[in-house]
Structure formats: structure tokens, C-alpha cells
């Protein structure tokens, strides 16, 4: 069946609230599966600076904007009246869901992959919902314990297996995209996702990084700040390590700290690209030379 744009929005408001009434955060996506919402904050000057996640309090930072309020709901699909489709937003309560992504395109048989992990790994995939993709490729539905980060991966399982996990959204069923509709197969839309199988829990999260060794730093100061970058939970981790780095700045010990601060970034996960570039914008906020 053909749908005008303006039907395709309804429809995908009404789904989105659907699943919101089940508890899952959603946000409005385009005919592109990409989020409907550009950031506001594509024309900041300066990019490499500590990202956004909706602290500022406006629509269009992608899976931070996810909600299960049908009222923010609606307001975000009145902010994005083009949108055609809504993503659900992975790792979040009460389902922390984890998305296995069976795809088609690889040339590879993704279905066959996971049977013989699930035979190597002596693991059952559980009954959960499953939505199938315009492709072809199938999503299937698992939830995590809510100690536990899945990240988002492409292949790493096996090739063809795509992860989504913290950060990551799935295509709901009933959007529209520029390839056709996703749609829940039948006798699986009534099921609660199911909980993830250990054995499959261990290959999705990666072994813990080795612990780095605190390097030395100038004074107490030095220290206090590089134990505040250290200390910083998921999602914190680029704005402390800003914060951090323009104190120290400031206070005339920055090219000192500044390989202290990126080796302790690295263990809160950040690449030492990603370190490196805050540090530098906090060495030219504060009028330094990086």
C-alpha cells in the first residue's frame, strides 16, 4: 500500500506511542532510517569539542533525544513533520534492549552465522520478538542486565551479525523507509524481548581494559584533575576531560598534564584521537597553544 508523506508520519506517531506504552524510548527517524532531527550544533565552530547530549536542552542529538513521554513524543515528530519512521533507543530501562541485526547485504548467510555460534557456544536463541526488514535481514530482540554496556558493533560477532547496543536504536516496525516498511513477524509481536543468553552476553561485551598505571602529574592540583577524568562515568567522559584540561590550562600546568590527562582518558574509553583533540580545544579556549 502507497502512503502520502503526511500518512506515513501519523502512522509512525502512532507506532512510536505504541511501543512508548510498552516502555520503549523512541525518536522520529527519516525515510533514510538516519534520525529526523539535523543536530544544532552542526555549525558550532569548533567540532572537536566536548559533544552534546542534549544538555542544551533542544531536539536533534539522535538516540539522546529517545523518549518513552508521548507527550516529548509528540512533540518530536511535530519538530520533524517529514519523519516516516521512529527508531527504538537500545540499552536503555526498563529492557536495556540489545538488537541483533541478521543482515542480508554481506553476502554471507548472517541466519546460519549465528547457528553455529550459538552450537560453538552452547546457546539457545530465546522466543523474542523478531521485525523484518525491507532486505530481507531480520532484528532480533534481547534484553541485558542493566549493569552490563553492550556497545554497538558491525561484523565483530560475525560477518553479517550487526550489534546495537548502548548509543545504538533499531528500526521500529511500521516505519517507512526509502526500501519498504519494517514489520514484526507474525506470532512474535505480543512477546516480551527476551533475556540474552550468558553465553552470547560474554561474546557481545569486550574483556575489560587492562588497568593504565596513574602517571605522574605536577603537584596536587595536577592530580585532583586527572582523578576527576579518571572518575567519569559514560557520557561524562569528553566533558570532564574539557573541563580538565582548561583548569589546567589556566592554572599554567597544561602541556605538563597533557599526556597524563589523554593516558587516563583512555581508560575511561575514549581513543586517544578523541582525547587528544579535547585537550587541544581547551588548550585554545583558554588562549594557549596546544
Not at 51 to 69: I, K, L, N, T
Not at 208 to 235: M, T
Not at 250 to 273: M, Y
Amino acid at each position: 500500500m502507497a502512503y502520502t508523506d503526511r500518512q506515513a508520519t501519523t502512522l509512525a506517531l502512532a507506532h512510536a506511542l505504541s511501543a512508548a506504552e510498552r516502555g520503549l524510548a523512541v525518536i522520529p527517524l527519516s525515510r533514510t532510517k538516519l534520525p529526523a532531527l539535523r543536530s544544532p550544533h552542526r555549525d558550532d565552530p569548533d567540532p572537536a569539542g566536548p559533544r552534546c547530549h542534549g544538555q542544551c536542552g533542544r531536539f536533534g542529538h539522535g538516540v539522546y533525544d529517545a523518549s518513552a513521554d508521548p507527550v516529548r513524543i509528540r512533540e518530536l515528530f511535530a519538530a520533524a513533520p517529514w519523519a516516516t519512521g521512529y527508531g527504538i533507543a537500545c540499552g536503555l530501562a526498563p529492557y536495556h534492549l540489545i538488537g541483533v541485526d541478521l543482515d542480508t547485504k554481506s553476502g554471507t548467510n548472517s541466519s546460519t552465522a549465528l547457528r553455529e555460534l550459538a552450537l560453538r557456544h552452547l546457546f539457545t536463541i530465546p522466543e523474542t520478538v523478531v521485525v523484518r526488514t525491507p532486505s530481507g535481514g531480520r532484528h532480533l530482540w534481547l534484553t541485558g542486565p542493566p549493569d552490563v554496556v553492550v556497545p554497538n558493533s558491525a561484523g565483530r560477532l560475525a560477518p553479517g551479525i550487526d550489534i546495537r547496543g548502548a548509543g545504538g536504536y533499531l528500526v521500529g516496525p511500521g516505519s517507512l523507509t526509502d526500501h519498504g516498511v519494517y514489520t514484526t513477524t507474525p506470532g512474535t509481536a505480543h512477546l516480551t524481548p527476551a533475556p540474552c543468553p550468558p553465553s552470547l552476553l560474554r561474546l557481545l561485551v569486550p574483556p575489560p581494559r587492562p588497568p593504565h598505571p596513574n602517571p605522574p602529574v605536577p603537584g596536587d592540583h595536577g592530580r585532583g584533575l586527572v582523578q576527576f577524568v579518571l572518575s567519569a562515568h559514560e557520557g561524562q567522559r569528553n566533558t570532564r576531560l574539557f573541563w580538565a584540561a582548561c583548569r589546567a590550562y589556566e592554572n599554567g600546568i597544561g602541556p605538563a598534564l597533557a599526556d597524563p590527562l589523554t593516558e587516563v582518558a583512555l581508560g575511561t574509553g575514549l581513543s586517544e584521537r578523541e582525547a587528544r583533540a579535547t585537550i587541544a580545544s581547551a588548550a585554545r579556549m583558554t588562549g594557549h597553544r596546544p
